[in-house]
C-alpha cells in the first residue's frame, strides 16, 4: 500500500485498515515478540498490546506533505516502533523485569569469564533450530533478553541500547556478557533435553 492509499484510508477512517495492516505484518511482529518474551503467552498478549500501540502511533501521525516519506515503508515503521513496545511492555512488569534483573548468571565454575569475545566456545546457530534459539533466549533473565535482543539481532548500538533501555552503557555491556554466555548455556541444556 502506498504512502497515500494510507494516508487516504487513514483520513476516512477505514474499519478495515487495522486489521489489514494486523495481517500483513503479523509474521514479523509475532516472530519480535517472541524473542523479547519469557514465553507464548506473554507474547500473545505483547503482540496484541504492542501493535494496538503502534496503529495508535501510526494514526496520531499527520500525514499532510512532508510526513508522506516517514511512514512509506511501512514494514520498518511498524518493526522500529513495535520493538519499541515490546521493550516497554517488559519494563512495565516491574515485579519481573526489575527484580530479576539483579540476578546473575549462574555457573558451575565461579571464575566463568563473560567476555564475549575471549570465549572460544561457539554454537554455529546457522545449525538449530529456530524454536531451540527463541527457547533460549525466553529461559533468560529480561535485562539480559532485552540487552541481547537490540544489540545482537536488532543491531542497535550500545548507547541505543542504553538509551532505551534507560541504563548505563557499562551495565548494557555486562547484562550482554552474561547473556551471550547464558544464550549459550540455555542451548546446550535444551540440546541435552531434546535428545534424552
Do not use: W
Request: hydrophobic fraction near 35%.
Amino acid at each position: 500500500m502506498s504512502a497515500a492509499e494510507l494516508a487516504q484510508k487513514l483520513q476516512s477512517n477505514d474499519k478495515n485498515l487495522q486489521k489489514e495492516l494486523f495481517v500483513t505484518h503479523f509474521g514479523v511482529l509475532s516472530a519480535i515478540a517472541n524473542r523479547y518474551a519469557k514465553n507464548q503467552a506473554q507474547a500473545e498478549e505483547m503482540l496484541h498490546q504492542g501493535f494496538q500501540n503502534c496503529f495508535l502511533k501510526l494514526q496520531s501521525q499527520k500525514l499532510s506533505g512532508s510526513k508522506h516519506n516517514q511512514i512509506s515503508d511501512l514494514p520498518q515503521f511498524f518493526q522500529k516502533e513495535f520493538i519499541v513496545e515490546c521493550v516497554a511492555f517488559i519494563k512495565n512488569i516491574r515485579s519481573e523485569y526489575y527484580v530479576s534483573s539483579t540476578v546473575y548468571a549462574s555457573s558451575d565454575t565461579p571464575s566463568k569469564n563473560y567476555n564475549l569475545f575471549d570465549n572460544n566456545d561457539s554454537i554455529d546457530y546457522s545449525q538449530l533450530e529456530t524454536e531451540v534459539l527463541v527457547t533460549a533466549l525466553q529461559q533468560m533473565v529480561p535485562s539480559q533478553r532485552l540487552a541481547f535482543n537490540l544489540h545482537v539481532i536488532d543491531g542497535y548500538s550500545l548507547s541505543e541500547v542504553a538509551s532505551v533501555l534507560e541504563s548505563s552503557e557499562a551495565t548494557v555491556k555486562s547484562n550482554l556478557e552474561k547473556a551471550r554466555y547464558n544464550f549459550q548455556k540455555n542451548i546446550n541444556k535444551n540440546l541435552k533435553t531434546s535428545k534424552a
